[in-house]
């Protein structure tokens, strides 16, 4: 084949995916991961402690004790070789009876695969229920790689708007549900707006996906993403789905609620009354295995089987909270109330004129680094991820108080 030199370097040029070469130069994806990078930069330029980084989701509260006796129990052990793609059946055992717990309906082993994450565990899922073309409904804000998961396995994102205060918007779902519609996902408490959809609204949902197959389309799936479960606040509890949905997929990890996300462990729990539940765990393990996950980390496996439900304290993450929102009234700053999570998803100030990427870019001049909200559909919008030292958080007020009124400048 005749190939000037030209046209050689500009087929060479093309080897790499135009999706991923795309998606690497833009400044929206991968946002958290790149703060987090610029924020270790700015510590050894300034000194961490005069540097403010509330970029990542990174849960900073001691691993109980339950789980560090666990590990060391275990770490004695002899057998790392592989077991069933869907894990030891202790494993999956302990985390049916967590569901069960959660769910308030009896879940048996069977209906459990443990995963590399709840990032493995949603990939799984969505590489077990999607063809090419069919819909994920998602309510916006949302995790930001959502959009790259549902890309992932042939799917396309439609995102439905919530209400002023982000709580669920049924109607604007339902309006969006189509002959295409596969699944709907939701995080709650949601990342990152920290607000906990109540059980009326997980009601009213369901209702309107019966209705939307009543009409003769497919049942979708509701695919519940609960890292965040245990994390709560003024007594407010994650609403069970099993109950009131068949088609219900719970997708979650040790991450955030034992402060494991290092370790990459968590599962997929099915709801017993999905009629497809044994095609459904079936593509669930296959896609396990072809993913290239093979199976969740066997150590860990074993860790979190004895230690799921060690006693944790989360009463840190809620004092951080207050004394954030008390930094951002100082600052004049408008954020959504969090029910949960770790996270304050605050307004950006009105003389930016929404422009979250150009503010969050203005912070950084203080040594705050913050996440632009058009990273999770949340345009005008930034979050701020407390799961740092009080000091940070404390040492931050006059620093976001002069990024916002410009003092000196």
């Known amino acids: 084949m005749n190939m000037t030199r030209a046209a050689f370097l500009c087929y060479t040029d093309c080897m790499i995916s135009r999706y991923m070469r795309d998606l690497a130069a833009n400044p929206a994806s991968g946002a958290i991961r790149k703060m987090f990078e610029e924020g270790e930069l700015l510590k050894k330029r300034y000194g961490a402690e005069n540097v403010y980084d509330f970029s990542l989701g990174n849960p900073d509260m001691a691993v109980p004790q339950n789980v560090l006796d666990a590990i060391k129990k275990i770490a004695g052990g002899t057998d790392h070789g592989y077991m069933q793609n869907a894990g030891y059946m202790s494993a999956r055992n302990a985390m049916a009876q967590k569901t069960a717990v959660e769910q308030g ?19 799984a899922t969505l590489k077990a229920l999607l063809n090419d073309g069919d819909e994920v409904i998602v309510p916006a804000p949302y995790f930001a790689e959502y ?35 596969a699944a709907v996902l939701l995080n709650s408490p949601n990342n990152p707006t920290g607000r906990i959809y109540p059980s009326s609204d997980i009601a009213q949902l369901a209702d309107a996906l019966a209705s939307h197959a009543a009409q003769g389309h497919r049942l979708p799936y509701l695919i519940c993403d609960e890292p965040y479960r245990a994390i709560t606040y003024g007594g407010k509890t994650v609403a069970p789905v099993f109950p009131v949905y068949e088609n219900a997929v719970i997708v979650t990890s040790f991450a955030k609620n034992l402060s494991l996300p290092g370790e990459r462990i968590g599962y997929i729990a099915v709801n017993p009354a999905c009629k497809e539940a044994r095609d459904f765990i079936a593509a669930a393990i296959f896609a396990t295995r072809i993913l290239g996950y093979v199976n969740a980390p066997a150590f860990f496996q074993k860790v979190v089987a004895e230690s799921w439900n060690a006693p944790c304290d989360y009463s840190l993450y809620e004092t951080r909270c207050t004394i954030l929102k008390e930094i951002m009234d100082h600052a004049e700053l408008f954020y959504a109330e969090p029910d949960g999570a770790f996270y304050l998803f605050v307004k950006v100030p009105e003389q930016w004129h929404d422009d979250d990427i150009a503010f969050v870019h203005h912070l950084k001049k203080y040594n705050i680094l913050c996440v632009p909200g058009s990273s999770f559909g949340g345009a005008g919008w930034f979050r701020i991820a407390y799961c740092v030292s009080e000091k940070t958080i404390r040492s931050s007020r006059e620093a976001f108080f002069r990024a916002v009124h410009d003092v000196g400048k």
């Open 147 to 181: 959009d790259y998961y549902i890309h992932n396995h042939g799917g396309t994102i439609v995102r439905a708007r919530t209400r002023e205060d982000f709580s669920l918007d049924v109607d604007a779902i339902a309006a969006l549900l189509s002959e295409r519609t």
């Open 105 to 123: 309906v009896a879940v048996a082993a069977e209906h459990v695969v443990m995963s590399c994450g709840a990032a493995g565990a949603l990939n």
